[in-house]
């Protein structure tokens, strides 16, 4: 596609169901990314796949958070056992590769995926 | 202290005038410096990105990166009112590495 894809744009969750947040990536894209920004807030970082590989989940915030990329394409973000804390927008990002630097470096960003827990 | 400073304004601009945004942070590790601009509900899209001490000019906007002073800022040169947004700093250590964001910078651009 011609750019970054996320569904659903919006989810409206009981507290302690689980959500599946899906990404499609800008075609050929190596890397993907999944930050998380609260209201007012600048993006905070969450995971990050090379093709399949989970190189970093640093910043997921707790286990009930998991992130998977199984064919290094699409990648779904899910959260079990939602909690309030969890609403926020959380956005997927795609670069053109690990190496090189310079413009292939450069995240693109989805539209995000809105999530309000009530 | 946050990785990344941005003051949250709003900075208030005149239409036409000149709009100056500055961004600190704190790794020195950092290579690569990228400025986002974010609509009311949108996500962040790339403005430019510099990764050498200096200025760097695309049109209306120019970067400034001083990597001793560990600081990076964005002119906006003829501030039009589509400019109102808010603008995100943003900086990586590392080709491939996650982005660490400034909490951004609203400017208002008034006609």
């Known amino acids: 596609g011609a750019g970054v894809s996320q569904s659903p744009r919006y989810k409206v969750a009981k507290r302690g169901q689980d959500v599946a947040l899906r990404c499609d990536p800008i075609?050929?894209?190596?890397?993907l990314f999944w930050y998380q920004q609260a209201l007012g807030q600048g993006p905070e970082f969450l995971t990050y796949?090379?093709?399949?590989?989970?190189?970093?989940k640093s910043g997921l915030p707790s286990d009930r958070f998991f992130a998977e990329r199984p064919e290094g394409s699409v990648s779904t973000l899910k959260i079990q056992r939602t909690q309030q804390e969890d609403s926020a927008v959380y956005l997927c990002a795609s670069s053109r590769g690990a190496t090189g630097g310079g413009f292939q470096e450069t995240q693109y960003f989805g539209p995000g995926t809105r999530l309000l827990v009530l | 202290q946050k990785e990344v400073e941005q003051n949250s304004g709003p900075l208030s601009v005149p239409e036409g005038a000149i709009a100056s945004l500055n961004c600190t942070y704190s790794d020195r590790g950092s290579q690569s410096f990228f400025w986002y601009r974010q609509y009311s509900g949108k996500s962040p899209e790339l403005i430019m990105f510099i990764y050498s001490n200096g200025d760097k000019e695309d049109g209306r906007f120019t970067a400034q990166l001083n990597k001793a002073s560990q600081y990076v800022s964005l002119l906006i040169r003829d501030s039009q009112p589509s400019d109102s947004a808010t603008y995100l700093c943003?900086?990586?250590?590392?080709?491939?590495?996650?982005?660490?964001f400034g909490g951004g910078t609203r400017v208002l651009v008034k006609p």
């Open positions: 796949f090379q093709n399949e590989a989970q190189l970093d």
């Open positions: 075609s050929g894209h190596v890397s």
């Open positions: 943003a900086v990586n250590r590392a080709a491939g590495n996650k982005l660490t």
